[in-house]
């Protein structure tokens, strides 16, 4: 086949990455890659992923314009993270709305919502499964597929984002970000990718266990909301209840703040603004209580990147951990379920 | 025909406590168009969810093209098209690109796949529509590309679940039409599930009675009444010709004619209805009746041996099971 013919070949669905991967250098695909390519130019078209994108791109041209205005009174002399100044770009706010990392926490989990909610029962309603299923494909590829695709859609989305914001406070604040901020945005981008994954997993699971797509999506959105909003006031209100009193002896006190925030860190959305905050503050050393004894002597410096990752990991393992544990309730009910026609 | 492609022996599913399928046996030959028939939730659809590997059975044993699919599916789906019962498509892409996207799941090259395509939306007449959206798709013309995508793998053998539901007559004729030709030129086999007695009787070189999981009758058409209904009487009617006789004329000769078919062997419940004789018989004497009548000197318009339809068939079978 010559270059042009090759170009005049039928282009079949538009808008997948294609001949990427396209195995072994022939014009056949292996099916599994073949249902990502399907899936991803899905999402891609799809108007709700369109709507929450360009949702999240404004939210995060917002946070970023009003920290450029604010950068300047937000470096003290003698602040340990003056040396940080591009970081700030992601947590600085003037107060009128949140900082970026506290947005993507909040938007990050409605887009893995939306882009699993109906992954499978969709499918299922529109009698498409089962002719799926009747082709010489492994059961697993679906929802493999389906996850990875949507993965690849959001790693694309937060990668460029990530990568504009750094690029635009380039062009605004004119300093080049330090090897290790641009690592730390890295690492940032990771973890969302990472926290936006387990959302995702959640809503996958629902699309299995409910047969309709909106009672799926509600049962995500419910747990969204409890995670978000109300477990933080169930523990505030478990923590009233078993306060100690203030002349109670140190090791109580301490003990129970531990306690109060254990229990806060249930919840992946705990972890995740734990996480963001120690990566984007280098100056963050410890997220639990620290005595007078472990300070004392202290150099007020910023951590290395590697020292926060170290703070962070518990954290990370957890976010890693729910995430597989989600994937992996969900591979067991799609492996289980009776597939029959609509 | 003639080498078995489909066997399953001592076949059962349970669904709990259940049986849904029980202890079936079927051999469905090369070639031949095989009809599955039964009400609604007799075991139709999990049996071909059994033969598709698409669900395990309890018991017994399958062979699908010689290949087992409760443990190689993937071997099965790749012989075997399987059209579902109200199959979907993905409604915001073309009939086309969804065919292709089947055909290049089967392996088949972008430009392989294309092609076949085009040439299999063709011959199921979809080739005005090959590029509109699967969503305005009417219910036929969904059918019938659900036959082109069976189609584009190049199966052995087609599996078809209850795929003339919702059909008007004439979308239902040509969709029939087009599945005896298509086997009949490509040496297909089908097998089809169906509830509508008509239509599987109008393609089907065999049926196969299912009620409540249990296979109770196989076998063409006739084969079928004689095994439900043993005992049943041949009924006959035949049509005199008059002509332009007079009443004078024609009655002693009419009544020639009756004792020449009432004093037959095994003729019963005789009767006569102006031009018309009707009687029934426990044997096959047609011919001879016919031969005794012209020779009483009066011609017969017509001569009209009933047979059973699968309609009553069905009905009888289930009015005398519900007697018992």
């Given at each position: 086949?010559?270059?042009?013919?090759?170009?005049?070949?039928?282009?079949?669905?538009?808008?997948?990455?294609?001949?990427?991967?396209?195995?072994?250098?022939?014009?056949?695909?292996?099916?599994?890659?073949?249902?990502?390519?399907?899936?991803?130019?899905?999402?891609?078209?799809?108007?709700?992923?369109?709507?929450?994108?360009?949702?999240?791109?404004?939210?995060?041209?917002?946070?970023?314009?009003?920290?450029?205005?604010?950068?300047?009174?937000?470096?003290?002399?003698?602040?340990?993270?003056?040396?940080?100044?591009?970081?700030?770009?992601?947590?600085?706010?003037?107060?009128?709305?949140?900082?970026?990392?506290?947005?993507?926490?909040?938007?990050?989990?409605?887009?893995?919502?939306?882009?699993?909610?109906?992954?499978?029962?969709?499918?299922?309603?529109?009698?498409?499964?089962?002719?799926?299923?009747?082709?010489?494909?492994?059961?697993?590829?679906?929802?493999?597929?389906?996850?990875?695709?949507?993965?690849?859609?959001?790693?694309?989305?937060?990668?460029?984002?990530?990568?504009?914001?750094?690029?635009?406070?380039?062009?605004?604040?004119?300093?080049?970000?330090?090897?290790?901020?641009?690592?730390?945005?890295?690492?940032?981008?990771?973890?969302?990718?990472?926290?936006?994954?387990?959302?995702?997993?959640?809503?996958?699971?629902?699309?299995?266990?409910?047969?309709?797509?909106?009672?799926?999506?509600?049962?995500?959105?419910?747990?969204?909301?409890?995670?978000?909003?109300?477990?933080?006031?169930?523990?505030?209100?478990?923590?009233?209840?078993?306060?100690?009193?203030?002349?109670?002896?140190?090791?109580?006190?301490?003990?129970?703040?531990?306690?109060?925030?254990?229990?806060?860190?249930?919840?992946?959305?705990?972890?995740?603004?734990?996480?963001?905050?120690?990566?984007?503050?280098?100056?963050?050393?410890?997220?639990?209580?620290?005595?007078?004894?472990?300070?004392?002597?202290?150099?007020?410096?910023?951590?290395?990147?590697?020292?926060?990752?170290?703070?962070?990991?518990?954290?990370?393992?957890?976010?890693?951990?729910?995430?597989?544990?989600?994937?992996?309730?969900?591979?067991?009910?799609?492996?289980?379920?009776?597939?029959?026609?609509? | 025909?003639?080498?078995?492609?489909?066997?399953?022996?001592?076949?059962?599913?349970?669904?709990?406590?259940?049986?849904?399928?029980?202890?079936l046996d079927l051999?469905?030959?090369?070639?031949?168009?095989?009809?599955l028939?039964?009400?609604?939730?007799?075991?139709?659809?999990?049996?071909?969810?059994?033969?598709?590997?698409?669900?395990?059975?309890?018991?017994?044993?399958?062979?699908?093209?010689?290949?087992?699919?409760?443990?190689?599916?993937?071997?099965?789906?790749?012989?075997?098209?399987?059209?579902?019962?109200?199959?979907?498509?993905?409604?915001?892409?073309?009939?086309?690109?969804?065919?292709?996207?089947?055909?290049?799941?089967?392996?088949?090259?972008?430009?392989?796949?294309?092609?076949?395509?085009?040439?299999?939306?063709?011959?199921?007449?979809?080739?005005?529509?090959?590029?509109?959206?699967?969503?305005?798709?009417?219910?036929?013309?969904?059918?019938?590309?659900?036959?082109?995508?069976?189609?584009?793998?190049?199966?052995?053998?087609?599996?078809?679940?209850?795929?003339?539901?919702?059909?008007?007559?004439?979308?239902?004729?040509?969709?029939?039409?087009?599945?005896?030709?298509?086997?009949?030129?490509?040496?297909?086999?089908?097998?089809?599930?169906?509830?509508?007695?008509?239509?599987?009787?109008?393609?089907?070189?065999?049926?196969g009675l299912f009620v409540?999981?249990r296979l109770i009758a196989e076998?063409?058409?006739?084969?079928?009444?004689?095994?439900?209904?043993?005992?049943?009487?041949?009924?006959?009617?035949?049509?005199?010709?008059?002509?332009?006789?007079?009443?004078?004329?024609?009655?002693?000769?009419?009544?020639?004619?009756?004792?020449?078919?009432?004093?037959?062997?095994?003729?019963?419940?005789?009767?006569?209805?102006?031009?018309?004789?009707?009687?029934?018989?426990?044997?096959?004497?047609?011919?001879?009746?016919?031969?005794?009548?012209?020779?009483?000197?009066?011609?017969?318009?017509?001569?009209?041996?009933?047979?059973?339809?699968?309609?009553?068939?069905?009905?009888?079978?289930?009015?005398?099971?519900?007697?018992?």
């Amino acid at each position: 086949m010559t270059i042009k013919e090759k170009m005049k070949a039928p282009v079949v669905f538009t808008g997948n990455p294609a001949g990427l991967f396209t195995y072994a250098g022939r014009e056949t695909s292996h099916p599994f890659w073949l249902m990502v390519e399907k899936e991803i130019s899905d999402h891609v078209r799809s108007l709700r992923f369109i709507i929450m994108m360009v949702l999240i791109a404004l939210t995060s041209i917002a946070t970023v314009y009003l920290a450029l205005g604010s950068l300047k009174d937000a470096i003290k002399p003698g602040d340990p993270e003056g040396s940080f100044l591009f970081l700030k770009l992601f947590t600085v706010s003037d107060g009128s709305i949140p900082p970026f990392h506290v947005f993507i926490g909040f938007l990050g989990p409605l887009l893995g919502i939306s882009l699993g909610f109906d992954s499978i029962n969709s499918e299922l309603s529109r009698g498409t499964m089962s002719r799926l299923l009747a082709q010489p494909i492994h059961r697993d590829y679906i929802i493999n597929a389906k996850f990875v695709a949507a993965l690849i859609v959001i790693s694309g989305l937060f990668l460029c984002l990530g990568l504009l914001v750094t690029g635009w406070g380039i062009l605004k604040i004119g300093i080049l970000p330090s090897f290790q901020e641009f690592l730390r945005i890295l690492a940032l981008i990771v973890l969302i990718i990472l926290y936006v994954a387990f959302w995702l997993n959640l809503a996958i699971f629902f699309s299995i266990k409910y047969k309709q797509a909106s009672t799926s999506a509600l049962a995500s959105i419910a747990v969204w909301l409890f995670v978000t909003v109300f477990y933080g006031m169930l523990v505030s209100l478990v923590a009233r209840s078993v306060a100690p009193s203030e002349f109670a002896p140190p090791g109580q006190i301490i003990a129970y703040q531990k306690l109060v925030q254990n229990l806060g860190r249930l919840v992946p959305s705990q972890l995740f603004s734990d996480a963001t905050t120690t990566l984007l503050m280098p100056s963050v050393r410890s997220l639990g209580p620290l005595t007078m004894e472990q300070v004392h002597g202290a150099i007020p410096s910023p951590l290395s990147l590697g020292q926060s990752m170290l703070v962070v990991w518990p954290q990370l393992t957890g976010l890693i951990a729910a995430t597989v544990v989600c994937f992996a309730l969900s591979y067991r009910a799609f492996m289980r379920k009776e597939i029959r026609s609509r | 025909m003639g080498a078995e492609i489909i066997r399953l022996s001592g076949l059962t599913k349970e669904y709990g406590h259940q049986a849904v399928v029980r202890n079936l046996d079927l051999t469905i030959e090369k070639g031949e168009i095989y009809g599955l028939l039964g009400p609604n939730g007799a075991g139709k659809s999990t049996t071909i969810l059994m033969i598709m590997g698409l669900t395990e059975p309890s018991s017994g044993s399958i062979r699908v093209a010689g290949v087992d699919p409760v443990r190689y599916p993937v071997e099965v789906k790749r012989k075997v098209g399987y059209l579902p019962e109200d199959v979907g498509f993905y409604d915001d892409r073309t009939g086309l690109e969804n065919i292709v996207y089947t055909g290049r799941l089967n392996g088949l090259s972008v430009s392989a796949a294309k092609s076949r395509a085009l040439e299999l939306l063709e011959r199921v007449d979809l080739t005005e529509a090959a590029h509109k959206r699967t969503g305005t798709y009417s219910r036929g013309m969904r059918q019938r590309l659900g036959l082109a995508d069976v189609l584009i793998k190049q199966p052995e053998i087609i599996i078809l679940d209850e795929p003339t539901l919702g059909l008007d007559p004439e979308g239902l004729r040509r969709f029939l039409s087009l599945i005896v030709t298509l086997s009949r030129q490509e040496g297909l086999t089908v097998l089809l599930s169906s509830h509508h007695l008509q239509q599987v009787q109008q393609v089907c070189d065999r049926v196969g009675l299912f009620v409540a999981g249990r296979l109770i009758a196989e076998g063409d058409i006739p084969a079928l009444s004689k095994k439900l209904f043993p005992n049943e009487l041949i009924a006959y009617e035949a049509g005199l010709h008059r002509g332009a006789r007079a009443d004078a004329d024609w009655i002693p000769m009419r009544s020639r004619a009756a004792d020449a078919v009432r004093h037959a062997e095994g003729v019963r419940n005789f009767h006569v209805e102006g031009d018309r004789l009707f009687w029934e018989s426990d044997t096959e004497s047609g011919h001879e009746i016919a031969r005794n009548v012209i020779a009483s000197g009066i011609d017969l318009t017509y001569l009209n041996r009933k047979e059973y339809g699968l309609d009553e068939i069905y009905h009888r079978y289930f009015s005398t099971v519900a007697k018992s």
